[in-house]
């Protein structure tokens, strides 16, 4: 019998249960993990187990084989988080990266294939509770149904691309079959994720059930065995006779936001799409283009970057004083648009968050953006009502006694916040974290006027705190390492990266911008027109340009954070000049561009030549690079790792380059 051949293989990932309705329920549960992920060893388990039923299909067992297969877990965390990266990157490592990777890839194409095949014959079922990522989704989309639990931590999603790889265990191929190719190519090229109600919307979910019913829709649909839901018209025709012209107009519009040289994964994923069909065995080319790059190293390199920040605030705070308290309540002083975001941010992280503030005005304008935020993130109406009650307006700083956490964020004037602390330490328990977001002034500086400044921790938020993965953990001399660590502890449970640095002008993010954003001010009093300085480091790698990157942060905010960090430089002349006439960037439609309902206009024509622009680029990023070496040198971080985890996540440091020192050492 089929259910006592896999028995027989003794699996330890995956364990099947056939129930009164012959539905064979095959679990994955990656053994000691939190979390499945497909490793090498759960993907054999996984071939002898599709062995198995190509054997029952055949009639090689008496009994007649299940009526229908369903792939679940029962796993906390989600469905499965796809392949092992550690593998990957352990393969990254080895000298024949390009064939062993390949080897991965193609053993995984030919695995899935015949899933597909096993589909056609009995109905099979990927049931989805929580994330379903990378090659878990490319395993469901070769099932031939997927169930999607409702509930808003399923989610599903390709990330490859952004770790310079591809899916080619066939989402390439299936994903644009099932869903049309501009909603997959959406999903493929960025990255991005959906959520549960929308994956049944645009047809990637077959079905969408309640978590208490889901059982029964799954043999229900093992019964009936619906027809699956064909594409529209239009995206036939892209799959078929247009399909050439759909490639043109993706990459066309591909090419806007990526530059290939820097990210070839997306523009292979097109090829391999239109050429193959996404079959990545019929084209070794497009294979070699995308992981023979360094790009991908560096990426895979980006990844443990990122885990390495994420474990950091995972540390148990055993403090005395601190792990009785959960957090429960955020006081956030100041409701400008840094304190006003970072309220917004842990009301979305499930928190209660007051926002304390003299200006009615300026909590009212919190109020208004947050109800907006919330109404674009979620459609139900009760659900944008719940958060915006978790916003609480304070003008006279009721929630300083009540929070667990409480944050200054005003304006970044030495006095002010001195002042705001000594305060904020009369009324507080004393097991509540006192946090600043100070950008750039030392936190020995800032907690002098307490009576206990063993309690006072540098967080660091960066703007747009909604988009900004970062946060810098300050600690000064007098810090608390349990207070440190329910630093850390707090920003990893708001779902931020934090990176401990020691208390110095700038910290590690400002430290190094500033320097690279005032020699480009420096070579606009040289003659260069912004646009050509904008443009050669958006060319090499940089997300944006430095000048623009000014004009959106403001250029008073430069100006006091240039005189704190970058005290033995003179100020760029263009710099003063434009403050002098009150030409703050964005926030005052005028900068070092003009600025139309928050959007630069830009009129001088490029002037510089290709190799005039690289040389710039080179030349402009190179105090950036220094500084951060330097940083490094003096303790203000930890490691080289940290320090590149930093600039990439802080400043937008071309990720494709695997962080400043990686690339200085590796150019």
């Not at 759909?246 to 050429?275: M, N, Q, T």
């Amino acid at each position: 019998m089929l259910i006592d051949e896999l028995k027989n293989l003794k699996l330890k990932n995956w364990s099947a249960v056939l129930n009164e309705d012959e539905v064979l329920w095959l679990e994955l549960n990656k053994v000691h993990k939190s979390t499945n992920t497909l490793s090498s060893e759960v993907r054999e388990e996984f071939g002898k187990i599709l062995s198995i039923f190509e054997k029952g299909i055949a009639g090689k067992f008496s009994e007649k084989i299940p009526a229908g297969l369903v792939i679940h877990s029962k796993k906390r965390t989600g469905f499965c988080a796809g392949a092992d990266v550690n593998e990957f990157v352990e393969t990254a490592e080895k000298e024949n990266w390009e064939i062993s990777s390949r080897k991965i890839v193609y053993d995984g194409w030919y695995m899935f294939e015949k899933l597909e095949q096993l589909s056609k014959k009995i109905p099979t079922i990927a049931l989805v509770r929580g994330f379903c990522f990378g090659g878990a989704l490319e395993l469901a989309l070769s099932c031939r149904y997927i169930v999607a639990i409702d509930e808003e931590t399923t989610s599903f999603s390709l990330p490859e691309v952004q770790l310079g790889i591809y899916p080619g265990w066939g989402g390439i191929k299936r994903l644009p079959q099932k869903i049309g190719p501009i909603n997959a190519m959406n999903m493929m090229l960025s990255g991005s994720f959906v959520n549960a109600r929308k994956a049944y919307r645009i047809g990637l979910a077959d079905v969408l059930s309640p978590a208490r019913t889901v059982e029964n829709s799954c043999i229900r649909l093992i019964k009936n065995q619906p027809k699956k839901t064909e594409l529209n018209h239009i995206n036939r025709l892209m799959q078929g006779p247009l399909k050439k012209v759909a490639y043109f107009l993706i990459r066309r519009s591909l090419k806007k936001k990526a530059i290939e040289a820097h990210y070839p994964a997306p523009f292979g994923i097109l090829d391999l799409w239109l050429k193959q069909n996404g079959d990545p065995t019929k084209d070794e080319s497009i294979h070699s283009k995308i992981l023979g790059s360094r790009t991908a190293k560096n990426l895979l390199r980006v990844f443990l970057l990122r885990e390495k920040l994420k474990s950091l605030g995972k540390i148990n705070t055993k403090a005395k004083n601190t792990d009785q308290y959960p957090i429960k309540h955020i006081h956030v002083i100041g409701a400008g648009t840094m304190g006003g975001d970072i309220a917004i941010w842990c009301v979305l992280q499930g928190f209660i968050v007051s926002i304390q503030d003299l200006s009615v005005e300026q909590i009212a304008r919190v109020m208004k953006k947050a109800s907006r935020d919330f109404s674009r993130k979620f459609k139900n109406k009760y659900k944008q009502k719940s958060l915006l009650d978790n916003l609480i307006p304070d003008l006279i700083g009721s929630g300083v006694k009540k929070a667990d956490v409480i944050i200054e964020a005003a304006t970044e004037n030495l006095e002010v916040k001195r002042n705001i602390f000594s305060e904020i330490e009369r009324e507080a328990k004393s097991t509540a974290l006192l946090c600043s977001n100070t950008s750039s002034i030392k936190i020995e500086e800032i907690s002098k006027k307490l009576k206990d400044p063993n309690r006072l921790v540098g967080v660091h938020f960066f703007n747009p705190v909604l988009k900004m993965p970062l946060v810098e953990i300050i600690k000064s001399n007098q810090c608390d390492q349990n207070f440190l660590n329910f630093a850390m502890n707090f920003t990893s449970r708001i779902k931020k990266l934090p990176l401990p640095v020691k208390s110095s002008p700038g910290f590690l993010v400002n430290a190094v911008l500033m320097p690279y954003l005032q020699s480009a001010m420096r070579t606009v009093d040289n003659g260069i027109s912004p646009e050509d300085i904008d443009y050669a480091m958006k060319s090499w790698g940089m997300p944006m340009g430095p000048l623009e990157l000014v004009d959106t942060v403001g250029l008073d905010i430069c100006i006091a954070v240039g005189e704190t960090i970058t005290q033995s430089e003179p100020t760029p002349i263009c710099l003063e000049e434009l403050t002098q006439k009150r030409h703050f960037g964005k926030k005052t439609n005028q900068g070092f561009y003009k600025w139309e309902k928050g959007r630069k206009v830009s009129k001088t024509k490029l002037k510089l030549t290709d190799t005039e622009r690289k040389n710039l680029a080179e030349n402009l990023i190179k105090p950036l690079i220094q500084k951060t070496i330097s940083l490094v040198e003096e303790g203000i971080v930890e490691s080289e790792e940290l320090a590149d985890a930093g600039v990439i996540f802080g400043t937008g440091f071309a990720p494709f380059l695997g962080g400043p020192i990686h690339y200085h050492k590796n150019k």
